[in-house]
């Protein structure tokens, strides 16, 4: 991503923001100022990653370890996750292409974006899938348990943060617009990703997560 910045912030000249070095002189003064205002936003973004970990270790403690579960057991679970989410960033570069969408600072951060929030849904149904085939043991019969208990949770925050990406639309400015539009997108191809697609791999690739239910 830094060599993409580079590259469109120094070496293109048709985005939104450009930089000249041409006439450019050092001020030492500048740094005090970078100091004042860089000192202070260090520190509360380092008191906020300490409490975002303390957060995180008591929801475990308290949760239980269901809602990591999924990291724990092993690379198949990850990848058959990551796919459903993929498919949204493949969806969502093929609208760029198909409506000629330029890809600028505001629309390289969707992927980023879409990923982060729909990956949520995905770990939901899996954690819950799992619980279910510790009671079940039988994949057809957790997949139908999970989808009746997550399936309208997800889609309704689906939707919901949908329509919140969707008010930016109207916005007159085309970077906004861009990303509220293809966010959108990404996130309902997402949910549909993970309500049809993400069951038939877990029956695909046979994930029992026997291993884990017994222990």
Do not use: C
């Not at 000249?20 to 500048?30: E, V």
């Not at 936003?41 to 995180?56: D, E, H, P």
């Not at 198909?98 to 600028?104: A, T, V």
């Amino acid at each position: 991503s830094a060599i993409l910045l580079f590259h469109w912030l120094f070496r293109r000249s048709d985005t939104y923001v450009t930089y000249k070095f041409k006439g450019f002189t050092f001020d030492r003064l500048i740094l005090k100022d970078i100091h004042r205002v860089g000192f202070p936003a260090s520190v509360q973004q380092l008191s906020m990653s300490i409490t975002q970990l303390v957060l995180n270790y008591i929801i475990v403690v308290v949760g239980g370890t269901d809602g990591v579960a999924v990291y724990s057991t092993g690379w198949r679970v990850s990848m058959i996750a990551i796919l459903p989410n993929i498919l949204s960033v493949g969806v969502v570069l093929g609208v760029m292409g198909w409506f000629k969408i330029p890809l600028d600072m505001m629309t390289i951060t969707i992927a980023a974006i879409s990923v982060g929030i729909a990956v949520d849904d995905t770990i939901h149904f899996l954690t819950h899938f799992r619980s279910e085939m510790a009671e079940h043991e039988d994949a057809k019969a957790a997949i139908t348990q999970s989808i009746k208990e997550v399936g309208q949770a997800i889609t309704f925050t689906s939707v919901i943060l949908t329509i919140g990406f969707a008010s930016l639309i109207p916005s007159s400015h085309l970077g906004l617009s861009n990303l509220g539009f293809l966010t959108g997108v990404a996130i309902l191809v997402a949910l549909l990703a993970d309500l049809f697609l993400l069951p038939a791999l877990v029956l695909l690739f046979k994930l029992g997560y026997k291993e884990t239910a017994e222990g």
